[in-house]
C-alpha cells in the first residue's frame, strides 16, 4: 500500500534509500483518474456526485495520514542525525585522551571485514568504561582512607578494586584471541603506558616496584615475603622473556625459509602461523603473572596495606596517562 | 599410559616438550634460573607422540606441552608452575634436584 509505511517499519536504519514522495503524489492522481474514468453509463448524475465528494474525502484522508508519516520519518532521521554527532564527539574526546581509535594508522584495519573492526571498536568503548570506573573506584578509595574507615568495609573496596583488575584481563583474554597484535600493540592504552610495555600490558616487577615504597612499614615476614615475590616475579618474567625472543628468532627463522602455513611444513620449528598462535598463549601468561602478583601481594599485605597499595597503583597509572596528555598538547616550535 | 609415567620418573624434574613449542622453552629457562636441570623429552619427535599427548590431556594436563612432572608426580602446564612460584611453594618442591641448595 503506502512507500512511506513500508520504510518507516523496516528498520530505523538512516541509510536505507528514502522513500520518494512523488509516489504518493502520483497515487492521488491515479486515484483522481479512475474517477474521470469511470463507465459513464454506471452513474446517474447524483451518484456521481455522491461517489466524487467521498474520494475526494478519501484522497483528502490519504494525503493528511500520508503528512504525518513524512513529518515521522523525518523526526527520526533527526534523532539519527544527532545520534550520529553524539558518536563522533565521544570519539574525539578518545582521541584527546590519547585512546587509539583507528584513524591514522589504517594498516593495521587493512583486509579486516566489518564484523572486525566492530569488534576493535566495542574493545575500546569496553575500555574506556573501564577506566571510567577505575576513576570512581580510586576517589572512593581515596576518601575512604581519608575518613579512616573500618577494615570490613575497607575489604569490600579492596576486593572490587581486585575484580577490576581481573576483569581487565578477562577483556584482555577475549581481545587477544580475537587480534593478538591488537593487544600486543598496546595501541589502546596512552604513550607513556606503552613505553613501559612487556608482552601485552604492564610489567609485574614493574608493579612491585612502585607499590612496595608506598606500603611501609612492613614487618619483618611481611618484608621476606614481598622479597621473595619479587625474586621469583623477576625469574618468571625473565623466562617468558627468553620464550618471547626464542618466538621472535623461530618466526624470523620460518618466514626467511617460507614456511608461512601447512605448504612446506617443517615438523621441527613449526610454521609462521604455529608461532602467531603462540603469541596468544605467550600474551595470555604474561596477564596470568599479572593476575598472580596481585593477589601474590593481596595476601601479603593487610586489608589497610592493600588498599594503600591498590590506590597508589591507580594514581601511578592515572598519572602516566596524565602524561600522555601532556606530551600530546605540549607546545611545539613552529616548523 | 605407560611410557609417560615411566619417563616421568625418570629424573627428578621432567618436562614434556614440542619442539616447536616456545612456552616449553621458557617453562625450561625458568627451571635453569632456578638451579635445577629438568630432563625434557620431545613428544613430537616420537613415534607415539600422539599417544602421549592424549595420555597427558587426561592427567590433567589442559595444554598438553609443556606438562611438568617433579619426584614423578603431574605438577601441570605453565599456569600451575607460575602460580605455584609466585606462591613460594615452587623451590620446595625443588630442594632435592638442586645441586648446590
Known amino acids: 500500500m503506502s512507500t512511506w509505511v513500508e520504510n518507516f517499519k523496516s ?30 453509463k454506471d452513474l446517474s448524475a447524483n451518484t456521481n456526485k455522491k461517489q466524487i465528494q467521498r474520494r475526494l474525502a478519501q484522497n483528502r484522508e490519504a494525503a493528511r495520514k500520508s503528512r ?8 527520526q532521521l533527526e534523532t539519527s542525525r544527532l545520534k550520529l554527532v553524539q558518536l563522533e564527539q565521544e570519539l574525539d574526546r578518545a582521541r584527546q585522551q590519547g585512546l587509539y581509535v583507528g584513524s591514522g594508522v589504517e594498516g593495521v584495519h587493512m583486509g579486516f571485514s ?87 600490558g604492564f610489567r609485574p616487577s614493574e608493579l612491585l616496584k612502585v607499590l612496595v615504597p608506598q606500603l611501609e612499614p612492613l614487618t619483618e615476614q611481611q618484608l621476606i615475603d614481598v622479597c621473595n615475590l619479587r625474586q621469583s616475579c623477576q625469574q618468571a618474567e625473565d623466562a617468558l622473556s627468553q620464550g618471547m625472543d626464542k618466538l621472535q628468532q ?17 615438523p621441527r620449528t613449526g610454521t609462521a602461523m604455529d608461532k602467531l598462535e603462540a603469541l596468544v598463549s605467550f600474551v595470555s601468561q604474561a596477564d596470568h603473572l599479572r593476575q598472580e602478583t596481585l593477589q601474590q601481594m593481596s595476601r601479603i599485605l593487610t586489608t589497610r596495606q592493600a588498599a594503600r597499595g591498590l590506590l597508589a597503583l591507580g594514581e601511578y597509572f592515572l598519572r602516566l596517562r596524565a602524561l600522555s596528555s601532556l606530551w600530546a598538547n605540549r607546545p611545539r616550535e613552529p616548523t | ?27 625450561n629457562i625458568l627451571f635453569q634460573e632456578l638451579g635445577v636441570h629438568p630432563m625434557v623429552y620431545e613428544i613430537d619427535q616420537d613415534p607415539e607422540g600422539k599417544e602421549m599427548e592424549k595420555a597427558l590431556m587426561r592427567m590433567g594436563c589442559n595444554a598438553p606441552v609443556p606438562a611438568v ?33
Open chain 2, 69 to 101: 612432572f617433579i619426584s614423578g608426580q603431574l605438577v601441570g602446564s605453565t599456569n600451575e608452575v607460575m602460580s605455584l612460584h609466585l606462591s613460594g611453594n615452587l623451590i620446595p618442591l625443588l630442594k632435592p634436584y638442586q645441586p648446590f641448595s
Open chain 1, 68 to 75: 504525518l508519516r513524512k513529518k515521522a520519518y523525518v523526526q
Open chain 1, 114 to 200: 566489518g564484523t572486525d573492526s566492530a569488534w576493535f571498536t566495542a574493545f575500546e568503548m569496553e575500555y574506556g568504561h573501564w577506566l571510567e570506573e577505575q576513576s570512581r573506584q580510586i576517589c572512593e578509595l581515596r576518601n575512604a582512607l581519608q575518613a579512616h574507615i573500618g577494615d570490613v568495609e575497607l575489604r569490600i573496596l579492596v576486593d572490587a578494586g581486585m575484580s577490576h583488575y581481573f576483569e581487565l584481563f578477562r577483556m584482555k583474554t577475549t581481545a587477544a584471541k580475537a587480534d593478538v597484535f591488537y593487544v600486543m600493540s598496546g595501541m589502546w592504552k596512552t604513550p607513556a603506558e606503552r613505553f613501559f610495555f612487556w608482552i601485552g
Open chain 1, 11 to 40: 528498520n530505523g536504519n538512516p541509510n536505507t534509500s528514502a522513500p520518494i514522495i512523488v509516489e504518493v503524489d502520483t497515487r492521488l492522481d491515479n486515484q483522481v483518474q479512475r474517477i474521470l474514468l469511470m463507465d459513464r
Open chain 1, 250 to 266: 623461530t618466526l624470523a627463522e620460518t618466514v626467511a625459509a617460507g614456511q608461512l602455513a601447512e605448504v612446506g611444513y617443517n
Open chain 2, 1 to 27: 599410559m605407560d611410557k609417560v609415567t615411566r619417563l616421568a620418573s625418570e629424573k627428578g624434574v621432567v618436562i614434556f616438550s614440542k619442539s616447536s613449542c616456545c612456552l616449553c622453552y621458557a617453562v
